[in-house]
């Protein structure tokens, strides 16, 4: 057998293609490398006799182990596209219209996927035009030697991998030798300054990766990893993702892995256990070959993480089933891309017992042959008019007037759609959009969910993912802030952050800030906005207020019972015998704190703040200056009693009523002053419950009364008090049967315990958050104990027996006020010698009865 075929052997134009891919394919097979390698032809080479001869390049066989250039035959990356070539030379040849009378024939090497093997393939092309100086060779006869003349390849169609065309580009330029390839997509081939011969029926991956940047974008992704292969596709294109995605904005990449040329044993679990350093990252930008495609996959289903990764692959991956074979599971739900194609008709299978699906790069080398037929005919035209066949003027083919003629090439390729070139030699962005979907479809595979001309037309409800969940998955680092949370960036990540609690009285001002609420103001529930703080006051319906109002109530009848009896009975001996004026003064002061419990309670205005003001102190004033003025006359008429029996001066009712209102108009005099400097108005406190969650936050109402403040109005009536207490105690030894002292003393003593018990509970409740509650409770409720005592001990007993035993309300002897002194004094003399008696002591007191 021999590694050439000539179109001699061929069948009628017709059945041409199937006889030569059926011989090839058994060349193909039946080959070992070392058959190929020790042939005596070019190894790993197809050649086809023709007027003008193509160069073709093609990964038939895979990259092979360290140490062997070549390894297994690739059937779809290799196998197709090389079939493709040849039925496109087949039906351009059989065409009467394009290159009438010129027969293109081939000369195909194999890559073996492998830049440098393929370096060395490739020099077959540029033999021809390498001269040689053959003037000292002689034949033994002393002749010449005959040297066939090699073939000249005009034009190259390929290579696959964008680092095979690189490599051969660099050499083909030095020629002026074009090349067309059908599936590098490197954006650095767009180079027109180092590349200028190369052009390409696909887009570059400048455009499949702004498809790709819109894609993860349209699937509400910002937080993903990228696998490059190392070389020029894998890493430009990665680089190409990672630039457009940083202008566009709203996109993070989480790791950029590169897959090394000779990845050790072990290599692909450490990039899946990379890739799980992120694991938020779920979304996975892969630019790699097959090989290594297959590979990352399989990794991936080792460590048990299958379904956790979402691929998006490049068109190197496209819809081709060898990546997948055996991992259909882990690559469930990818999403690939692809230029636009179209499958081919009349392609035969590789082996009629095989299931055939046309590899996606089929169409683009159809179109590259066809554009470089185009070029030449359109060169013909214009060079050869007129004449069959190849003139002069076209042998040889000048390479850069037909690398001028295939940028200028437009015409309706495989597909249906047009092929042309701009000036960098690259074909327009159109590319199909793929899943691959396996669950809850009767036919698991790669299905169209949209495309890409310029921008994304993405069908979202075709979308299918694991388990036939229709959800988008999520690929963020950080997931959006709850409402009423602010993001904290997370320095050098812009796709990533905390999320914080706007707390307190604090509002989410933006997406990054919190703000402090007015003060009279709160944070909603949501914490987007502030809203008004309710303003509550101290309602008669709570039971904060219940207990002081029934005290008060009672306090006011029992009070108006009293002063009703003593009007009713004015003139009978208990009532002269109290002292009727000063009792009325007194009464009055007890009404009117009674009655301030009333004016607490009530909704502050500034009427009512200026009645509390008023009456406050008032009637505790009032209440404490009638008993201090008591205490004080009885005191002052039994120590002048002790001197002389002359009475002291101002103890008749005229003159306890005028210093009774003297002391009385001092605290008028102070509340006067209060009005003037500071008129009563209300104001609503939204200091004093404001605790730390704002959804218990009140304003209230009250009036503008400090705690201070409201000592300080009852500071003197405390004065009062004290100094009626301090009487009480120095007039304790008065007979009770001649006085008031003791029931008024009694009373000072339980007041004063009222109100030292009043002091701890009103200024130890100032944390409490019912503090408003507590206080203005306690106050009306010691006023009201207080009056209450001093109702009990002073009116009470007498309105008794006014009531229930008027015969004791009679008049008695009267004796001069000599007589009520000595009897005082004889009082005294006698309970203190009894006193002295217990004691064991005998004193003789002079007799002062002379």
């Known amino acids: 057998m021999t590694s050439q075929l000539h179109t001699s052997s061929l069948c009628h134009p017709g059945q041409r293609v199937g006889s030569l891919i059926h011989v090839m394919w058994i060349l193909m097979m039946g080959f070992t490398q070392e058959t190929w390698a020790s042939s005596d032809t070019q190894p790993h080479s197809i050649k086809i006799e023709g007027d003008i001869t193509l160069g073709g390049l093609f990964p038939v066989h895979s990259r092979g182990p360290a140490g062997v250039p070549c390894g297994e035959i690739k059937k779809e990356k290799g196998i197709h596209r090389m079939e493709a070539m040849l039925y496109a ?69 390929g290579a696959s991998a964008s680092s095979v065309s690189i490599m051969v580009a660099n050499v083909l330029r030095l020629f002026a ?5 059908y599936a590098s997509t490197a954006p650095e ?12 029926v696909v887009p570059p991956d400048s455009f499949q990766a702004q498809a790709m940047v819109d894609i993860v974008k349209a699937m509400g992704w910002n937080y993903v990893s990228t696998l490059a292969s190392e070389g020029n596709y894998g890493e430009s294109g990665v680089d190409a993702f990672i630039q457009i995605s940083r202008e566009a904005g709203g996109l993070c990449i989480a790791q950029a892995i590169k897959i090394p040329r000779e990845p050790r044993p072990g290599e692909f679990d450490k990039i899946i256990k990379r890739l799980m350093e992120t694991s938020n990252a779920r979304g996975v930008i892969i630019f790699a070959n097959e090989d290594d495609i297959k590979r990352v996959l399989e990794a991936a289903k080792r460590a048990n993480l299958t379904g956790h990764f979402l691929f998006v692959g490049s068109d190197s991956w496209g819809a081709k089933n060898s990546p997948i074979l055996n991992l259909e599971d882990v690559a469930e739900g990818a999403v690939t891309i692809l230029p636009k194609r179209a499958s081919i008709e ?22 590259a042959v066809y554009a470089m037929a185009h070029a030449l005919h359109s060169m013909h035209m214009d060079l050869c008019s007129g004449s069959m066949g190849v003139c002069d003027k076209m042998d040889p083919v000048d390479g850069r007037m037909l690398l001028s003629y295939i940028r200028a090439v437009n015409f309706n390729g495989s597909a249906g759609t047009g092929v042309m070139f701009n000036e960098n030699g690259d074909a327009p962005g159109r590319y199909d959009i793929f899943q691959y979907q396996l669950s809850n479809t009767t036919n698991p595979g790669y299905k169209i969910i949209g495309q890409w001309t310029n921008h994304l037309r993405l069908n979202a409800e075709d979308m299918q993912w694991s388990a036939g969940d229709k959800l988008v998955p999520d690929s963020v680092c950080s997931f959006p802030c709850e409402s009423g949370e602010r993001k904290r960036m997370v320095k050098g990540v812009p796709c990533c952050w905390h999320c914080e609690l706007c707390d307190g009285y604090q509002y989410l001002l933006d997406e990054f800030n919190c703000d402090m609420c007015p ?45 009703i009896t003593f009007i009713r009975f004015n003139d009978t001996p208990i009532v002269r015998a109290s002292g009727r004026e000063l009792s009325y003064v007194l009464l009055t002061g007890i009404f009117l704190i009674y009655l301030i419990t009333f004016l ?48 002291p001066k101002f103890i008749s009712p005229t003159s306890q009523l005028i210093i009774t209102f003297i002391l009385i108009s001092v605290q008028l005099l102070g509340i006067f002053i209060w009005f003037g400097v500071v008129p009563p108005h209300t104001n609503i406190d939204f200091d004093e419950l404001r605790p730390p969650n704002p959804e218990f936050a ?28 301090v009487y009480a105690i120095k007039s304790r030894g008065v007979p009770e049967t001649f006085n008031e002292a003791k029931p008024i003393g009694f009373t000072m003593y339980t007041t004063c315990i009222i109100w030292l018990a009043f002091v701890p509970i009103f200024f130890g409740t100032s944390q409490s958050t019912e503090k408003m509650f507590i206080q203005t409770t306690t106050l009306t409720v010691s006023m009201s104990l207080s009056a209450t005592v001093s109702l009990g001990m002073l009116y009470i007993p007498k309105v008794y027996v006014i009531i229930f035993h008027p015969e004791q309300n009679v008049q008695k002897r009267k004796r001069s006020f000599k007589a009520v002194v000595q009897a005082a004094t004889v009082s005294t003399h006698l309970s203190q010698k009894a006193s002295d008696k217990q004691n064991g002591e005998t004193k003789v007191e002079p007799d002062r009865s002379q």
């Open 519 to 563: 003060f009279d103001m709160r944070p909603t529930p949501n914490r987007t906005g502030c809203r008004p703080t309710p303003i509550i006051k101290l309602e008669w319906g709570s039971p904060w207020a219940v207990i002081p109002v029934f005290l008060a109530v009672l306090g006011i009848l029992a009070t108006s019972g009293v002063i």
């Open 346 to 367: 009349g392609e035969e299978r590789i082996s009629q017992d095989s299931v055939y699906e046309q590899e996606g790069k089929v169409q683009f080398v159809i179109d």
């Open 189 to 200: 081939l767009s180079d027109n300054n180092r590349y200028d011969f190369f052009s390409r």
């Open 177 to 181: 030798i074009p090349q067309i390839s």
């Open 600 to 647: 607490m309670i009530a909704e502050p205005s500034t009427v009512v703040c200026a009645f509390r003001r008023l009456f406050l102190g008032l009637g505790m004033c009032i209440s404490y200056s009638a008993m201090l003025t008591k205490t004080n006359r009885i005191y002052r008429i039994f120590e002048q009693g002790k001197k002389s029996v002359t009475p």
């Open 89 to 157: 030379l087949d039906q351009i040849n059989s065409d009467p219209d394009l290159l009438p009378n010129i027969t293109l024939g081939a000369r195909i090497l194999d890559t073996c996927s492998r830049d440098t093997y393929a370096l060395e393939q490739s020099l077959t092309f540029v033999q021809a035009l390498i001269q040689k100086d053959n003037s000292d060779v002689r034949c033994s006869n002393g002749e010449p030697p005959i040297i066939p003349k090699p073939e000249r390849v005009v034009g190259v169609i």
């Open 698 to 725: 009140r304003g209230i109402l009250k009036c503008d009364m400090s705690d201070l403040s409201l000592i300080g109005c009852l500071s003197y009536s405390m004065g009062l008090m004290v100094t009626c207490t």
